[in-house]
DNA sequence: TACGTCATGTAAGTCGTTACATGATTGG
DNA sequence: CCAATCATGTAACGACTTACATGACGTA
């Protein structure tokens, strides 16, 4: 799945801007699958054009850089389904968060808690968007890939608040150990 | 988390081949959060030599290219250190399957219910695989890591289970309607 | 005999990221 | 007045992938 291929994917769904496009990529409901930034959907978009599969109506406004709306070709069309009917690649989970946390007991003691701290509220972030998403979309399809997300960041959310709470009782217990000894 | 340091933080575990580090990296008791395959591991390993965080004994076997075994120096751990002092940057999930099934309806009716079987016996494959290595796993963070990835990955799975069958009960129902028109 | 595993590496190419460059408008 | 949003794009660089090259040993 590369930017061109999303680009086309989403262009599918109704006619827009790079910035647009940008924007569900890396903000929108479709955010959580994908990711593409202007330095890479800018290019893609030229070198669709230059394929003729996609279009742009230019609106001229004064000052600011032209706005090129873009749409699909049905020579785009095709080159999606083209795309789309060999089998996916597999899913690939990248996190940095996990691989940190495989150095836990080799680092300062809050270290750990604080970096957990910042995934819970980020990953709560997370849940929230995706179900207000989820609760605005009416088109079926995308509604199965937001639930897929809710589901998963849900129950990351869910794992990662229950190791808190173990972290914090050893926390606990350890500092009303050094309490008895240090308190005067 | 580039390479390099996924590298250095294997490395931190034990001595190990090139070999090894990929195994680890991209199907062992790490993989359910990054990747890494030879063309950009054995690269990795010259410039950690160069930069002296990695040293290697090197063993002559006849007929094999020299089998070198690497291990981490204390230099490497410090940019480890150093690496895993900075906050680590978001967490990546990229699925081709969930673009795909954007489209569901704009494909054959098969085709979608064809991928969802595949994706789910392929995240049963992967339940299973992350809780046999938590099982035999008795490092405390691996066990964390480890626990996230059945977590997300259970939970996909109960996802997409249960998806399946409203997709098969449509398609039931779909097909009864057929039987009475078709049946001569 | 053919495949899988062990084992290392390079070279070319693709792909994407980051930083830069520009500039108007709107809201706090 | 400053920050954010809208809006487009390029250039340099860095990172990773893919394919290639080599070869022994064990096992089905």
Do not use: W
């Amino acid at each position: 799945m590369n930017v061109k291929i999303l680009c086309l994917g989403i262009l599918s769904f109704g006619e827009m801007t790079g910035y647009d496009i940008r924007k569900l990529a890396s903000e929108g409901r479709f955010s959580h699958f994908c990711e593409a930034g202007y330095g890479s959907i800018y290019p893609a978009l030229s070198q669709l054009t230059e394929a003729g599969h996609v279009t742009f109506a230019e609106e001229a406004e004064a000052g600011k850089p032209n706005r090129k709306i873009y749409s699909i070709t049905e020579s785009g069309r095709q080159a999606l389904h083209l795309a789309l009917s060999s089998a996916p690649g597999a899913d690939r989970f990248k996190s940095e968060f996990l691989f940190h946390s495989l150095f836990a007991d080799k680092m300062p003691d809050d270290y750990f808690r604080t970096r957990l701290a910042a995934k819970i509220s980020e990953t709560r972030a997370t849940v929230e968007r995706l179900k207000s998403s989820l609760e605005k979309c009416d088109h079926e399809p995308s509604g199965f890939a937001l639930g897929f997300g809710v589901a998963i960041n849900e129950a990351a959310l869910a794992y990662l608040e229950q190791y808190d709470e173990t972290v914090i009782m050893k926390a606990a217990l350890e500092d009303s150990g050094f309490m008895e000894s240090v308190d005067e």
